[in-house]
């Protein structure tokens, strides 16, 4: 049962990386890639970077650039018109990105016969004819420590933040202070955060993300501090130590590796981050997170 | 918003806070805390509870004064000291539920009790920390220590507290006062073999016995 979920994943996984194929010269909205296999607009970057290896962005542009390579190989247009068919719109930026990649300049990889071939994180390579042959997507890595845990739904008191991620502690700051001033922050009192968006792929300026903070029932919500109940049902949860710029990793391994093996669904909304240590006072590699990702019901 | 920049005690006194992997000598001036004392297991239930009030009233005065445009300030790490009835140190020996403990956030010396009080009403008045009460601001001169990072289970201390014993002992200083310590890590979720903790054990010159003839 578990191999087959896991099976329905790569098949979903595919899809996407058919359509992509398929569309190379446009530029969607992740929602887009998301409802061609069914997957939730919140999740379904993270489970994209951790079957695929690499991030939705990285592996359009990578891919962009295989195809010029092969047109460099196969036809006689220019290099700048390649370069324009791959999205740069210089020929240095053409020529940069292709070094780093193919390890010598379009022009040398148009001359020389033996040059060949593109390495990358993934096992998914641009294909004239779109085929998918020795579809390698990543497998395993270090298992995980997961656990599933019933979560009572929470009352909380909450400011939103839109806007870049490595900002929101200008929301935590408002939300702690107005409650620890009224003697709100006690023991038991968890610090959650809600994001919307992945810092990976949504321009900076339109990241939501609520900072979170539980309250009891009689608590009003007054001026930017709204109130919301969160949580409720079933969650996958997985420990992330350190500092929190590496919280995607943690997340591509949760959604993308775990997942797919476990047999289940995620619901259409949010993760949650419960914070157990106060960054003001802790050193980012000592930090601890709590990852909950929402479950569908087991079947 | 106060134009004065947020005070962190922790990064101010760096040469107080060193998390040497060699047994260092450092000096302890008059520091003052925020303290609550108890007596019991450590993780126990009173513990945890006096670890709960504890937070919960710096966060209270930490949060009024930022509020009120007052100097802000960092929550330090929590520390504790350690010590047993009598004269004893010998923590092997006696139970756990009859170790003595102050747990202490240090926080700056501007804080005034009645900022302790008002703290403690409103924690009360929502119904938080009982305990609230019972946090006192308190100043320690621990004067010449040793200190040393201690890596791994707080149950392993033994081996760190023998090599700092040893160090002092070749610097003709003996251990004396209570066993301080600062936790660098969060036992909820760090595995007991990487927990980190600073130990810091007062000393003194050693006390030769005169020979007299």
């Known amino acids: ?299 | 918003m106060a134009s004065t920049e947020k005070i962190d005690l922790f990064k101010q006194h760096k040469d107080q806070y060193v998390a040497a992997k060699k047994p260092v000598l450092v000096t302890m001036d008059e520091a003052t805390y925020l303290t609550i004392t108890g007596r019991g297991a450590p993780g126990g239930p009173e513990f945890t509870d006096r670890i709960g009030a504890l937070y919960g009233v710096a966060f209270t005065v930490k949060m009024t004064r930022k509020f009120a445009g007052r100097q802000d300030f960092a929550i330090g790490k929590l520390e504790t000291q350690w010590w047993l009835d009598g004269d004893s140190h010998d923590f092997g020996r006696v139970p756990r539920e009859r170790w003595n403990w102050r747990l202490m956030i240090r926080t700056p010396p501007g804080v005034a009790p009645r900022e302790l009080e008002d703290a403690a009403r409103k924690l009360l008045a929502k119904g938080k920390a009982p305990a609230a009460e019972q946090v006192k601001l308190e100043s320690l001169t621990e004067g010449p220590c040793v200190q040393m990072l201690h890596v791994g289970p707080y149950a392993e201390e033994g081996r760190t507290i023998e090599a700092m014993r040893t160090f002092a002992e070749s610097q003709g200083l003996t251990l004396h006062g209570r066993h301080h310590e600062i936790y660098l890590s969060d036992p909820r979720r760090v595995p007991p073999e990487k927990l980190k903790t600073i130990l810091r054990l007062p000393v003194r010159k050693q006390e030769f016995r005169r020979e007299v003839d």
């Open chain 1, 1 to 299: 049962m578990k191999n087959s979920t896991y099976q329905l994943y790569t098949e979903r996984i595919l899809k996407v990386l058919i359509f992509i194929q398929k569309n190379l010269d446009e530029e969607l909205s992740l929602d887009a890639y998301a409802r061609v296999a069914h997957f939730s607009p919140y999740h379904f970057h993270r489970i994209f970077r951790g079957m695929v290896g690499e991030s939705l962005h990285e592996h359009i542009r990578r891919l962009r650039l295989e195809r010029a390579a092969t047109r460099l190989k196969r036809t006689r247009r220019s290099i700048i018109e390649i370069a324009l068919e791959a999205g740069y719109n210089t020929h240095e930026a053409f020529t940069r990105a292709f070094r780093a990649l193919c390890g010598c300049s379009p022009s040398h990889y148009r001359r020389d016969r033996s040059a060949a071939g593109t390495p990358g994180s993934s096992g998914v390579h641009y294909r004239e004819d779109g085929s998918f042959h020795n579809l390698q997507l990543r497998v395993g890595g270090e298992p995980m420590e997961v656990r599933i845990e019933h979560v009572a739904p929470l009352r909380v008191a909450f400011v939103r933040h839109v806007g870049p991620y490595n900002e929101v502690e200008t929301a935590w700051e408002r939300l702690c202070m107005h409650l620890g001033k009224d003697g709100l922050l006690g023991p038991g009192t968890r610090f959650i955060g809600i994001c919307y968006d992945d810092p990976e792929v949504t321009a900076p300026e339109k990241i939501r993300y609520d900072a979170c903070v539980t309250v009891d029932p009689d608590f009003v919500a007054a001026g930017e501090i709204g109130v919301q109940t969160i949580g409720g049902g079933e969650y996958a949860v997985t420990t992330h130590l350190g500092p929190y710029s590496n919280l995607g990793q943690t997340y591509a391994k949760l959604l993308g590796q775990w997942l797919p093996r476990s047999g289940r669904e995620l619901r259409s909304e949010p993760s949650l981050e419960f914070y157990l240590n106060a960054p003001e006072s802790t050193d980012p590699e000592d930090l601890i997170t709590d990852i909950y990702a929402p479950l569908e019901p087991a079947t």
